[in-house]
């Protein structure tokens, strides 16, 4: 049987593109790894062999231009996203990209309405949207079966940054360093607030408080300690435009293991917790409890909710990514709706940069307002 294929080419192909990216479109049946692409052409080599990719570029614009890869992933540093996305979208390719687009809602809300204007797909890497348990949640919400949404806890919190030795990274240049520097509310908030946006709907108010608990650290490149204030750990309160109530933490030096993400729906009819906490080899668990048996039971979810291959013992990295790339190579194959997209990352980082204003302010703060 003949599948239709997409072409697909990788523009970065380090760390998290070989443990995340790079083993989705490898294990997909409807992709054709046309190319991959890194400064380092070692690095690009090596990617091509071990993933089966069939060519290797050095030259990100090359890749974009090659007339068989009809839809390009950006998963190279922060600064490039934008400005590769958008060279993507301007040769009318589809375009997966890390998180975040832009440190700015407006070029992030800019590169969504030009991809829309294109007629080409986009999606933003927001990882946890593709757990089997978040999607079950999800799921859930939709049907009725939690009914009446009361309350929203969300949780992205680990040890990651507990020990001041370990190297601080993507510190920006200018950053002024005996000032709060907005970071686990950046950096692990833009994924929990897309996922408590995507399940509550839009935010109408939020109001925060942010610390440095660790103010002496490692920056990577740096010799020795460094006093550096980043923000370490952050707490918010949201209303709901819908008028459900949440509540959100993030942390760097929380106890635990990653990716340490951690989501409660509490409705009228039911309440659902999904623990998104890699321990003892297993990536994930869901409890549920209905109003009128309010003991909260473990649910095993069914093998198609996982990607074809994978377990709730596959790492998580590539369990949820193997997931996000099936979604949207199926949503273009098969010209699903969209979801998890650039309009999606620029709403994320309008309520981060809301979060902040509240914690400067020491007030609440109206959502695009
Ligand atoms: N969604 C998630 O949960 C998640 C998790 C981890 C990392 N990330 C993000 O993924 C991205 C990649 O992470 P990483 O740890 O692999 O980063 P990295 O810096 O280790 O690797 C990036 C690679 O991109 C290459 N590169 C840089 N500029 C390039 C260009 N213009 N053209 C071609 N190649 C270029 C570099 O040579 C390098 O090999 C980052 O933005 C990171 O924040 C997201």
């Known amino acids: 049987m003949s599948e ?19 083993p989705g479109y490898a294990a997909h049946v409807g992709v054709d790894l046309v190319a ?33 890869v009809q839809m390009v992933d950006v998963c190279t540093p922060t600064h490039t996203h934008l400005p590769l996305s958008l060279k993507a979208i301007a040769a009318r390719k589809h375009v997966l990209s890390e998180k975040p687009l832009h440190t700015l809602a407006a070029p992030a809300f800019d590169a969504a309405a030009r991809a829309e204007a294109a007629g080409v797909r986009t999606k933003l890497g927001f990882t946890f949207r593709y ?12 049907d009725g079966t939690l009914g009446e949404i009361f309350h929203i806890h969300g949780f992205e919190q680990n040890s990651q940054w507990l020990d001041p030795d370990f190297p601080l990274r993507q510190v920006a240049p200018d950053a002024v360093r005996d000032k709060l520097i907005p970071s686990s509310i950046i950096g692990y908030g833009s994924h929990l607030i897309d996922l408590m946006r995507w399940l509550g709907g839009e935010f109408g108010s939020v109001a925060a408080s942010m610390k440095n608990f660790i103010p002496e650290r490692v920056v990577r490149g740096e010799p020795g300690r460094q006093h550096i204030l980043i923000e370490d750990g952050a707490v918010g309160l949201i209303e709901y435009a819908g008028g459900a109530q949440g509540l959100l933490q993030t942390s760097y030096i929380a106890v635990g293991n990653y990716p340490g993400v951690e989501i409660r729906v509490y409705g009228s009819k039911g309440a659902a917790v999904a623990r998104l906490i890699s321990e003892f080899g297993v990536a994930e668990t869901l409890h549920f409890a209905k109003a009128e048996a309010v003991e909260f039971v473990k649910v095993d979810l069914p093998q198609s909710s996982l990607p074809p291959g994978t377990t709730l013992n596959t ?23 969209q979801e998890c997209t650039f309009f999606d990352g620029a709403k994320s980082q309008e309520i981060v940069d809301a979060f902040i204003l509240a914690h400067a302010e020491r007030r609440w703060v109206d959502v695009g307002a």
């Open 4 to 22: 239709k294929k997409l072409g697909a080419g990788v523009i970065g192909t380090h760390a998290w593109a070989d443990k995340a990216h790079l």
């Open 36 to 68: 991959v692409c890194d400064i380092d052409e070692g690095r690009a080599r090596a990617a091509a062999q071990k993933f089966g990719a069939r060519k290797v570029y050095t030259d990100a614009d090359a890749l974009i231009a090659d007339p068989e």
């Open 131 to 142: 757990s089997p348990a978040i999607r079950q949640i999800k799921a859930w919400i939709e």
């Open 315 to 337: 790492d998580w990295p590539e369990l949820y990514y193997r997931n996000l790339v099936r979604f949207f190579v199926d949503e273009i194959l098969h010209d699903r709706p």
